[in-house]
C-alpha cells in the first residue's frame, strides 16, 4: 500500500502555468493559394470539380472522389447566411457562396445579430489592407440587393497562388503538480530536498518521484532522500541554437543518476572545471548540484551541476 | 494462418520544402503512386491508416481528417496512428491487423510529415515531460547525442565509424530517385563538420523534409489476385519500454532487441546478418545505424564499428544496409519508417531500380520513434511464408 506524507496544502503548489509558442510557414497548395492570393484582387475563386460542385474557397481535391481540381471560377461575392451564433466576441456564420456547393465559416461583421435570419443575404467585406492571408477578406455582411453575378469559367488572369501563409501557434498550458511533483518541488523550493520514492518490491528508488514502479508495478510506499551528487549517465555538448533554449551555447547537456537514486535526471553541466574542455567531460564523471539563488520549485533551482573534485566526492 | 503482404507502393518526390502542395496534397501524392502500383482505385480499399509524427510538426490537429477529400476516402474507415519516428511501421502494423482481425480486406497506409512548416527540434523538445527535463531539452539531438557519447566509451562506436555510416548512406542515396540530398562526402569532411550536439555533428544529421509515403496491403488470394510480386510480410512487432524506469542504461535499445527476438522467431530467422539480403534501417542520426547493428544482432554488441567498417553493409557488401541512402536522403519524419518497408519491398520484388540489391529475396526493416523507447521490426520476403 501507498503510504504517503502529504505536505502541508498551504504549501503545495497546485499547478505550473506553461506556454508553448512557435512560428510556422504553411503551405496551402495550388487551389487555395490561388484563392488567397485572388483576395487581394478582391476577387472570390472557386474550384470546380468532376462531380458538378463548385467548392469556395478553391480546394485542390474533389470531396467526393478525391480528384483534382477540374477548372477554376470567379464566383459571386455575395451569398446566404446558413447558420450561425454569436459570442462576446462578434458573430461567425456559415456562408454559402451563390452557385456554390459548401458554405465556409467567416465573420459576420457590422451586424445587429437580432437583425440576422437564416437566410440572410451576405456581401462580401474587404479589408482595407491586403497582407496575403485569409482575413484580406474580412468577413461577410448583411447585403439588400439580390445577387446576379454567374460564375465566370476560367479567368485567364489568376494570381500566382501563394505559396506560403505565416502562422504563429501559442498554447497556454495549467500543468497539475499533483502529490508527488507537488511534494518534489515543495522540498527542492522550501528546504533544497531532493526527494524520490523506494519501490515496495525491488527497492530502487525513482526520480522523479510517482505512485507505482515501472518495471515491478509495484506501488511505492516510501520518500527517500537522494544525495546532491550523483555520476553522468550521458552527456553531450550543445552547439545548437534554437527556440526555447534557457543558455546561450555551447553547454553541456547531461543525464544524471544522483546518488541513491537509479533514474536519469536531464539537466546541464557548467562551472569553470567542465566548461575549460567541454569535450572532455564524460559519462562516469561524478557531479554535485549547484544551487542556484532562484526559489521557483522547479528543476531550474539547480543552476547547473559542476564536477567534482575527487576529494571532496563522499562516495 | 492469414498471411499479408504488400501489394503496391508510392513515395513523393521528397524535398527541403514543397511549396506547390498542402500536407493533404502531399499525403495524397504518394497514395496515387501506390495505387496505381497495384493497379487499384480507391473503390477498392476498404480502410485507411494515416500515420503522421506531433501535430505540433504542422500546427493542423488531426490532420487525417483533413486528407479525407484529397485521398478520396469518403465514407470509408479511416483512422490515424502515430507514434513518433517510428510512427509509419505502427500504421502499417494497425493496417496488418485489420486485414488479421478480418475488418478489411485491402488496406491503404498514407504516411507524411511537411516538417518545412514548423519548428523541429522545439517541437520535438515537447514530449518531455513539462516537470521533468523539458526546460533542458534539446529536442532529441541532445539526449542522442549524450547516449552516442556513453556508446563511444563502452561500445566503441567511435565519430569514424559513424562518420563511415553518413559517407555510405550518402553515397547510396545518390541511386536513389526519391532522396532529395545527393551529396557525397568523405570521412574526413563529416569529423571537420560543424558540431550540432557534439559528438553529433552536422554531416551526422540527416536532412529536415517534406515527404510522404503510401503502402497498399491485403491478405492471400487478395494479393495475389493483385499482384505477381506480392512482397509478404514475414513478422512485424512493435514495442515500448518505460521512460524513466530504474536502471535504464540505453547503451543497448531493449524493444529494439525484444521486437527482433519476436519478429525473427516468426519468420525462421536464426543467423540474420546470414539470411538477410539487405537491410533497411531508420537512422535519424549515424550513430543509430551503429547501435541498431547490435540490437538488431547483425553483430556482437561492440562489433558495430567494425562491421561498418568492413564494407559488409555497403552497397555490394554481404549484406547492404539502406541502400536507399536511409534517412540521410531524406527524412519526412512521419513517412520514414514506411519508407523503409517500401523500399524493402521494393528489393524483394526487384523495383527498386538502380538502388536495386542483386536477387534480394528476403529484408529486414527496422523503425523507431521517442527517447529509444518505441521500436520497430519487420521482415520482408518474396517468398509466401
Redesign the interface.
Known sequence: MTTIHHADPSETMESMPAQISMPYTLTPGQATGIFLAELRNRRLIGSRHGDGTILVPAQDFCGSTGEPVTNFVEVAAAGELQAFTTTARGTIGMVLIDGTSTPFVHQILQADPAALEIGTRVEAVWAVEATGTFLDLAGFRPAGNPNTFEPRESPGDLAEPLQQVDYRMTLDYQHAYGQYYGTLFDGVKNSRRIRGVRCSECRKVLLPPRSHCDVCFAPTHEWIDVKPTGTIQACSVVHIEFIGQRLTPPYIYAEIVLDGSSTRLIHMVGGDAANADKHAVEPGNRVRAVWSERRTGSLADIEHFELLPADEDPS | MTRVAIVGTGQTVHAR?????????LA?EAAVEALADAGLT?DDIDSVVVASGPA?F??VNQPEKWL???????YKPLVRVTSGGGTGLAGALAAINQIKAGAARRVLVVAYD?L????L???I??L??????R?????I??????????RI??LGHTEEAAAMVAVKNRHHAMANPKAHVKKEVTVEEVLAS???????KILDVPPISDGACAVILAADQDAESITSTPAWIHGMAYYCE?????????LQSEPLQIAAANVYKAAGITNPFRQFDVAEVQEPYTCFELSYYEGLGLCPAGGAAELVASGATTMGGELPVNPSGGCMGANPIGATALIRLAEAAMQVTGKAGAHQVPNASRALVQAGGGWANLRGVAVVGAEKN
Not at chain 2, 242 to 250: G, I, K
Request: with cysteine.
Open positions: 520544402r514543397r511549396t506547390d502542395v498542402s500536407q493533404a496534397g495524397r480507391m505540433m504542422g500546427a479525407v477529400d484529397a485521398l478520396g476516402a469518403r511537411k518545412s512548416e514548423g519548428q527540434q522545439a517541437s523538445s515537447t518531455y515531460d513539462p516537470f521533468w527535463g526546460e533542458f531539452a534539446v529536442g539531438m541532445g539526449f542522442s547525442a549524450a547516449y552516442w557519447h556513453a566509451k563502452r560543424r558540431p550540432l550536439c557534439w559528438p553529433i518505460a521512460d524513466n524506469a530504474a536502471d535504464r542504461s540505453m
